[in-house]
């Protein structure tokens, strides 16, 4: 793997930030609120635990083997026969994930701007993007996100600060109406967003300054935290119980703003700027599945594997779901426990295993 | 219709090849990984051009997961 580049750690805590939140504010708000109702605010606050948990596994992975990512960890951790098997798996489960969030991206933009745009055309027009970027290197695209942060920062600032005439807080009441078992199903499913904090993994090893990595990472998930809750509470005092009904509630709250008579139809500026969030996420999950590529089939540079990867993701965002109807439930519901058992048991599996290797050994010595 | 489809899979494959054709040569031992990426992406394509509603990965996924899963629906 070039080593040569270098990424700074807050442009890792910036990347991070927009991995998770590029699909985040989309899904979640509906999903939450149709599992939890008024109490879907508190989801992210409870989530965050997933992402400081995640965030410190990654980082005491680092710190045990420097200069790896985390499928380089699995061969040097579990061994090269049980390390490159799991190698495979964890590299097609990501090529899944990677596909079902394409889908999404797609989704939300056929479903609400494209109506008769092919899907196809919507995906494989960002997958060249996404793979034109991952070829420039790692180091181009935490740039990327560097100069798109603030601007989605601003977006949903913006719609909290341009929404305030509308907001009811009394639409926070009843608080846990009813009891805590709805929150905690939420907060399963937000998890699931939290722990692609994971992915932090794999930019560790062009970070130059190893000292700061475990703030940056924790920086990332409180403001994630701080972001959702912020957008969620808006949802919620702006559309009370009828959040559960909207796809994209933050979609359909940016059609709100009205500001004088002129500031309308803020939901195209929503939708390009929510295209700069996206192509963050997807670069940086293209990016893993060619590194976790290349690494499992034992090749140093992962650029070559850029396009092979793009065109199986591409294919793979269209096998994931028959439609959005069928990717909302999955997500939902069987795709929460999937998407953690793969982002969160699995590395801790892994932490536990190499540390008991390292005990052993150090017994041994 | 679907013919169009796969000679659209095929030229961008051999688009794929032509970018990456110096990379190749000065790789080649790559070049069996970078094979058996490009002809899973290539088979798996035609495959959905041919037959677009075979059960996917997410569907496996569901019967594995379906009983935790009921437990999440709202």
Redesign the interface.
């Known amino acids: 793997m070039p080593q040569k580049e270098q990424i700074t750690s807050t442009q890792i805590a910036m990347m991070m930030f927009l991995c998770i939140m590029g699909t985040a504010l989309l899904m979640l708000p509906g999903i939450t609120s ?2 939890s109702g008024n109490d879907m605010w508190m989801t992210p606050l409870l989530g965050s635990i997933a992402g400081y948990l995640i965030v410190w596994c990654t980082w005491r992975l680092h710190r045990m083997y420097p200069g790896d990512h985390f499928i380089g960890i699995l061969q040097k951790a579990l061994g090269p026969v049980a390390g490159t098997f799991l190698g495979i798996v964890f590299v097609l489960f990501h090529i ?1 994930i990677t596909g ?1 969030t394409m889908r999404s991206y797609a989704e939300f933009l056929a479903g609400n701007f494209f109506e008769r745009t092919p899907l196809f055309f919507l995906v494989a027009s960002m997958t060249l993007v996404a793979a034109i970027a991952v070829k420039a290197g790692a180091e181009a695209f935490a740039r990327c996100s560097q100069i798109f942060l603030p601007v989605v920062l601003l977006l949903i600032l913006l719609n909290f600060a341009l929404l305030l005439p509308e907001l009811k807080p009394m639409n926070l009441l009843p608080v846990l109406g009813n009891g805590m078992t709805p929150v905690v ?1 939420g907060t ?2 937000v998890q699931g967003w939290y722990c692609q904090f994971m992915l932090i993994s794999f930019f560790y090893p062009y970070l130059h300054e190893s000292k700061r990595s475990l703030r940056v990472g924790m920086a990332s998930v409180a403001g994630v935290m701080a972001a959702m809750l912020i957008s969620n509470m808006t949802l919620l005092f702006l559309f009370g119980n009828v959040t ?1 009904k909207f796809n994209y509630p933050f979609l359909m709250a940016s059609r709100y703003i009205r500001v004088g008579d002129f500031v309308e139809h803020v939901e195209a500026m929503v939708m390009m700027i929510w295209v700069l969030g996206a192509f963050v996420k997807i670069t940086a999950f293209y990016y893993v599945a060619a590194a976790g ?1 290349a690494n499992v ?1 034992r ?1 140093n ?1 992962y ?3 850029v ?3 793009g ?2 993701i ?3 965002s ?5 439609n959005m109807q ?2 909302a439930n ?1 997500l ?7 998407i953690l058992s793969g982002y969160l048991v699995f590395p801790f599996l892994v932490l536990a295993v190499a540390w008991l290797r390292r005990r052993a050994s150090a017994r041994r010595a | 219709m679907n013919w169009t489809k796969t000679l659209g899979a095929m030229l961008a494959v051999f688009a794929m090849l032509g970018a990456d054709f110096r990379l190749l040569r000065r790789n080649p031992k790559a070049g069996w990984a970078y094979a058996v990426i490009t002809v899973f992406g290539l088979a798996l394509s035609v495959t959905l051009i041919w037959n677009p509603d075979l059960p996917g990965p997410s569907e496996w996924i569901s019967a594995v997961y379906g009983p935790l899963g009921r437990w999440l629906k709202p």
């Open positions: 149709a599992i899944h079902i199903k399963l499913v559960a590529f089939f090749v540079d650029r070559l594997f396009y092979p990867v065109l199986v591409a294919v793979m269209m096998w994931v779901a028959p069928e990717l999955f939902s519901t069987n795709g929460t426990f999937y």
